[in-house]
Structure formats: structure tokens, C-alpha cells
């Protein structure tokens, strides 16, 4: 989102510049309302930024170089934090845990979303219906109420081990106090919501000119050929865009395993994603410094995960104008 | 639709086609079967929903919602009042700050405008467990926790970033002849954009007040740090204490509850379709 963002920001501002400009020539003085209605409109925001994002990021900042429990005033210790994290064998699960959950679950559920997208582009008829119960799971997915459900279908007299009682499989664990399976429960959590980004392909899909496919079609290219050297691409950058956005979203998922796991991170840690962790030291013990800090190095990690994306994406993403 | 049929060569045959559609219907089935399990499962015994995959039990019962319902002590109709609350401050807020810092950036010129739109959407991707430490030692510190104002506030103050990108998008789209029609005829900024700029933006307004609901609505991570008393409890919150209070989560009156809650986001869902498969094609939102 960020690159085709920016693409499309930075082309109308300039025109319009040079408008404003002409204008500014032609009328000597800009009025009151020209020259600090900006401030007016975007007062909120400025306010938002510095108040609830920016102060809070720096103020965190601080407080993982302190120790404070919310009562005594922060007590400055340093690095201590981040040197507590490399002797902490919760911290290097949580990444693990955080890290297979994320590896796993966001390249199968963009998948699905493009296998999806492209067999309902075919234009089969009844886009719309499949669209929205496709879609229907990815607004529901982030409830308590469908984490819930989940903790039902995958415990020991769930619904999954019923239907599977059905085919004559009998004695099955309960898949979320298994510490072997737990962790796979929440992984089919978040494929089940791929409807997402199977809309926002569907949307880059529409934007490929039929003409190309009909010109392959005439040159003998078949199905298969048709979609890894025409479709493929051309939807690179939508590829692109979801991929950064679901990776994002899935590093930040807590309510799933919250609920799943009873808050405690699943049986021996199974579920203890890196945001549930961050969430036990500081609202659990008020840990706020130690909090801080593992809260700083998700940053870090998803800061560097996305440029290690934006980079990558130079040699597999392709845009129209290159 | 049409458009697509149109320029995709045609040559399938018909029968593969039908074998889709069945492929297509079988796998939303699959999808949606434990969503429809669990809505009759409410209307179920309790001991009926244990190891049972199957749709239809042999009796069925209302009794679930009103157990549920009274389950705390505190009625449910509480935490959807709760809800209800922090919901409308949220779209109040996200559609008055957000559509004004849009016409900011869309509309009209100042410095560092790159930078700060930039910074804008870099906001977008920051963790918000970076921030809630010392948000909330803020809101501790100004007594408003437990208080609905942590949860309003923000919102007030455009913190939702994405919904600003949305309507700056949208309004970039509308036809800047419009507002300098306006300005010849003497229109301010502020009149352009309340009478031109809003009213054109009501499919993107549209938009943001439906997801606005939805996130909200389904927002749990915030509500559980900044609300700790059963009173202030809203749905998510309560709903999680249902399951924890006891190890023998009683199932019947916790799915009957589970419906109740999903009930106004499958409500906004259909009345609100196009609305949020155009705000997700443009923006990702989920």
C-alpha cells in the first residue's frame, strides 16, 4: 500500500502546485483561510500523532532502557532490558512460535486468496455470493466470539473430533491442549480468513487487459502458461502489497491466541505468540521497562522484515512503466 | 461481472463450468460450517454440542440466550450498551478527524506535506503494543481508565490512520473543478469542505463508519487493558470471562451469547457490502 500510495500521492500534488501557484499570482494577497486553514484541518491529526503515536513510541523508548512497575518512578538500568531478553528462554519461544505461526499461516492463506481470486475472475457467475461468503471469516476472524468457536472445534469434544469420530477416527487429543497441535489450530485460524486478500486480488485481476490474454490464447499458450507469464506479473505488485500487509497483521495477532490459550500462551508455551508475551510482562506483572522493550523489538523486526520485503520486491515485482 | 465474462476467451466447455460451481459451493459450505454449527448449536442442550458434528440434535431449546444473558450478573443488554457507547464515539471521531486531515492532504497545500503524509502512513504499520505501555500510564495518569475515553478519544484525534489514507484517496478522485467552482463564487475552505467535499465523500464516509463499527466492535486488546470493572465491561471483554470464569465452559448459553455478538457485524456485513469490498480493494483493510 505504502509504494502504490506514495506513486499516487506524489503526481496530483505537483499540477496542483503549480495551480495554486497561478492562483497565488493572480489574487496578490492569500486570504486567512488559505494560509492556515491546514492547521484547522489537521489539528486532530497533529495532535493524534504527538499525543497517542509519537510520544508514546519515544516515551517507550525510555522506558526499555528503565525498570518501572507503574508504582516507584522508572528506575534508569540501561541495556539491562535487552540483555535480560538474550538470557530469557520465553523470549527466543515467543519469536519461535510468533515466527512459525506467521511463516506458515501467511503464504498458505495468500495462496488459497490467489487460487480464489483467479478461478472466480473466470467470470463462472455468481461472483458476488462467493465473494462475500469468502470474505464473511475475515471480518469475523479477530472476534472473541469466533476465538471462542475455535477453542470449542479443536478441544478434546470439539467439532473437529467429532466429524473425524465420523470417519472412524476415535482417541484423538484435544488438538488445543496438545502442545504439538495447539499452535496449528491458530495457523488454520488465520488461513480461514484469507477472503481479504482474495478481494484485493480480485480487484488487481480486473485491472489485467483481457486483450493480453486473448493475444496469448492466439499464440497457443495454455492455461498454465497464460497465468505463470501473464497473470503472475501483472499482479506482482498486488502479491507484493498483500504480502507485506498480511505479514504485518499476523505479527500483531494476539486476541486468537488470548482466547484460545486462556491467556496463558497454550499448553508448555504452544501459543505463546510474541504480542500475548509482551502482554503477560506488562499488564500481568507490570513489567512495564521489560514490556518495553520486547515491544521495541517486534518494531524492529517488523520494520526490517518489511524493508527486507520492499527490497526483495525490486527483483520479483513487476510495475507497468519499467 | 459482465465485463469479466466479456474479455476472458471463452473456451470452456459447459460442464467443467458446473463442476466449478460445485467445487466453489462445497468449499464456502466447508467454510462457513462452523459459523452455521455454532448457530444452532445455541438453540442445542449443552450436552448435545459435545462431540456433536452434526447439524440437527434430536431437541432443541431457547433456554441458551436468556442463561446467557444473566450468566454474570450483570445482564449482556450492559455490555452491548458498553459497546454500543464506545462504538458511536469511535465513528463519530474516526469520520469528523479523519475526513478533515484527508482534506488536508488531498486539497490543500502547506510544508512538509510529503513528510508528514509519509509519517502518516508509516503510522499504519507500527505495532500498537508499542504504544499501550505508555498509553496507558498516560490515561492512568489522567484517571481515565476505566473510562470509555482511552477506547473515543483517539479516534477524536485521527489515530486511525488508515482511514485517513482511504478518504485521501477518495477525494483525490473527485473533480477539483468542483472546489474551484467554490472558491470563484467565494466559498472558505471549511465551506468547500462541508458542502462539497463531504457530501460527495458519502460512499467513502460509508465506508469508514462500517469498519469503524467492525473494528470496534470486535477490538479486544484495547478493552481488556483499559477496562478492568465487570460494569465497564463491552461484549468482547465479557465475552472472554465466560469462558474463562469456570473449566467447564458451558457451551449452550456461551455460543447463544457468541450470536448475539457477531449479530450486528453480520448485520453491518449485509447492508454494508459494496461499501466494504470497494474499502478493502483500495486499502486492504481487514
Redo the contacts between chains.
Sequence with gaps: ??AG??G???T??AP??EQ?GRARRDRPRR?F??RY??Y???A??F???F???L???L??LY?SFTKYN?LNAPEWTGLENYRRMFGDPRFYHALKVTFIYVGVSVPLQLALALA?AV??????????V???????????G?????A??W???FGA???V???L??LGLHNLPGWISDPRFALGSLIALNV??FG??M??F??GL?QI???Y??AA?LDGAGRIRRFTRITLPLLSPVVF??LV?QL??A??S??QA??VS??EGGPADSTLFY?LY??QK??GSFD?GY??AL??V??LI??VL?AINFIASKFWVFYGDE | MRSATARRPRSRPRRPRLLVHAALILFGIVMLYPLIWMLVGSFKHTSDIFSHPDLFAKSYTAKNYPAGWNANGISFGRYIVNSLIVVTGAIAGNLLACSAAAYAFARLEFRLKKMWFALMLGTIMLPIHVVIVPQYILFSKLGWLNTYLPLIVPKLLATDAFFVFLMVQFIRSLPRDLDEAARIDGCGHFRIFFRIILPLSLPALATTAIFTFIWTWNDFFHQLVFLTDPKMYTVPVALRTFVDSTSQTPWGPVFAMSIVSLAPVFGFFLAGQRYLVRGIATTGLK
Design positions: 500500500m505504502t500510495g506514495e499516487r500521492g506524489d496530483p500534488a496542483a502546485g495554486r486570504s483561510s488559505d486553514a491546514h484547522v484541518f489537521l486532530p491529526w495532535a493524534g500523532l499525543l497517542i503515536t510520544g508514546p513510541l516515551a517507550s522506558l507503574l480464489l478461478v472466480l475472475d473466470r467470470g463462472i457467475g455468481g461472483l458476488a462467493y465473494r462475500s461468503v469468502y470474505y464473511l471469516p475475515s471480518l469475523l479477530t472476534s472473541v466470539a469466533v471462542v468457536l477453542r470449542q472445534m469434544d470439539g467439532l473430533n467429532g466429524l469420530g465420523h480461514w480468513t481479504a486478500p478481494v484485493i480480485l480487484a480486473r487487459p483481457g486483450t490474454y486473448e490464447a502489497f498483500n500487509l504485518i497483521h505479527f500483531q494476539f486476541t488470548f482466547i486462556g491467556g504480542t509482551i502482554y506488562g499488564f512495564m514490556a518495553a515491544a521495541w517486534l518494531v517488523v520494520a518489511t
